[in-house]
């Protein structure tokens, strides 16, 4: 059997970092066992859903290095789903039901305070011919709810019915079918809820795994029913513990609270944040893998939490200051053309800069430190700027190597006899500007004599 995983969000808004979780979760099993990973959006939603949701979607997995060997659209569908109806209805496990949201409240509320729990109690079945037929010429239409095996031979007496799982993710899983009502899985104007199409696209397309957030565990216990009515075998299940704010908040699409573009334009890393977005709330360190070769080695789906983990996004700058650090320059060298840095002195500006860089994008300011000087020019005091006048002085003369900055820091100590902190600091703000930042030795040499004697205050 060939492993086979599938991602499908809604393409409603766009995927947040605890989405991503999940098509990482999913992407990174099916590279450990060699597996396929189908893109499926669950679209019957025609009034949210959109085709620029679903291409922003495929972007931002393309950007963290998720690229499936299949995509598919519930939308254009229906007919499978359709014939899965018919099937149901000729087994007698889908039945009408014509209460209207208001009606189904009050038998909510009247259950509560009879101590019962406000599950639906399956007053369609006791409907007559007649009772049908005078709400079918008040214009009422039908929704159709799943009969749920709970029962032994009566569906108004249902029974404790136990569906069992051994969970990828939280190990062994029980659900009660007879505290859960009927799902309704097709709505009065024939629109489909999530449940059924779910459950015929993974036997369609020969899903063997479904990992997802443990918000779901309870729909699991109902969509192994539905597997088993349409005569299938249910797949492995597995949840995962979702992610919050710091403050404890859900994530939403559609508030777009940590959503992967965002991210992406602060300038984050896709591998901060598949590293992040994997690992948080596991068993295992929280750092950064290189690439998803390496995320996938630390990857085990039962080294997960239970409880809800917290996503901080500083975490995210400690991993991608992480990554810029030890980022090669032929990784960093195309997208260092884009923000104009190129040419013989961008290798060794990268390497000379990049110990120094939070993201990949700061390295602009430095190159325009090196090759226009400091931005702001910094005020001295009377005894530094003479300090300084004596130190440009005596500036070595070219031809200039790596030992630059040593030889002529060797001569100021001589001239001025200065030496460590008032040493280093003014020279350090009048050549670039800054407190801190990269090694001088190493950014001299890129300046030139003349660069840096147009430096001199």
């Known amino acids: 059997m060939t492993v086979t995983v599938r991602f499908a969000p809604s393409p409603t808004g766009r995927i947040h970092i605890g989405n991503a979780r999940t098509a990482l979760f999913n992407w990174l099993f099916a590279m450990n066992n060699k597996g396929r990973f189908i893109q499926r ?116 007496q249902p029974e404790r019915t136990e569906v069992h799982w051994n969970d990828l993710v939280r190990g062994e899983e029980t659900v009660d079918l007879a505290s859960l009502s009927d799902p309704i899985l097709m709505r009065e104007d024939g629109t489909y809820l999530y449940t059924l199409p779910s459950v015929v696209d993974d036997i369609e397309m020969g899903v063997s795994h479904v990992i997802r957030g443990d918000d779901h565990v309870t729909n699991t216990g109902v969509q192994i029913a539905i597997f088993k009515a349409l005569g299938a075998e249910p797949p492995v299940f597995g949840h995962h513990n979702l992610l919050t704010t710091v403050s404890g908040e859900g994530l939403s699409k559609r508030s777009g609270a940590l959503s992967i573009e965002s991210l992406r334009s602060d300038g984050i890393e896709p591998m901060a944040v598949a590293s992040l977005a994997v690992l948080v709330g596991t068993s295992e360190n929280v750092t950064a893998a290189h690439d998803l070769n390496e995320l996938a080695g630390h990857f085990d789906p039962a080294a997960t939490s239970k409880s809800a983990s917290k996503f901080d996004p500083d975490e995210l700058f400690v991993l991608n200051r992480t990554l810029m650090h030890r980022m090669s320059f032929e990784e960093a060298r195309d997208r260092l053309i884009v923000l104009g840095i190129s040419g013989d002195k961008a290798e060794p500006f990268w390497m000379a800069v990049r110990g120094n860089l939070d993201r990949l994008s700061d390295a602009v300011a430095w190159w325009r430190i090196l090759s ?52 280093f600091m003014p020279l350090r703000l009048a050549l670039t500007g800054r407190t801190s930042g990269p090694e001088l030795s190493d950014l001299l040499p890129l300046m030139g004599r003349e660069g840096t004697l147009a430096r001199r205050p």
């Open 41 to 156: 959006f669950d679209d019957t939603d025609i009034a949210r859903s959109t085709q620029e949701y679903a291409d922003s979607i495929l972007y931002d997995l393309h950007w963290l290095g998720i690229f499936p060997d299949v995509t598919a659209y519930q939308s254009r569908r229906f007919e499978i789903y359709d014939a899965a109806v018919e099937r149901l209805k000729a087994a007698r496990v889908l039945y009408a039901c014509y209460e209207t949201p208001e009606e189904l409240d009050l038998r909510r509320k009247v259950r509560r305070t009879r101590g019962l729990p406000p599950v639906y109690g399956r007053e369609a079945l006791t409907l007559t011919p007649e009772q049908v037929a005078e709400y079918q010429s008040d214009g009422r239409r039908p929704h159709w709810r799943f009969l749920l095996p709970n029962f032994t031979s009566d569906p108004l």
């Open 372 to 423: 226009d000087g400091p931005q702001e020019p910094a005020e001295f005091s009377g005894e530094d700027r003479d300090f300084l006048n004596q130190a440009f002085d005596v500036l070595p003369e070219e031809p200039w190597n790596g030992t630059v900055w040593k030889d002529w820091t060797g001569k100021i100590k001589e001239a001025t006899g200065r030496k460590g902190k008032p040493l």
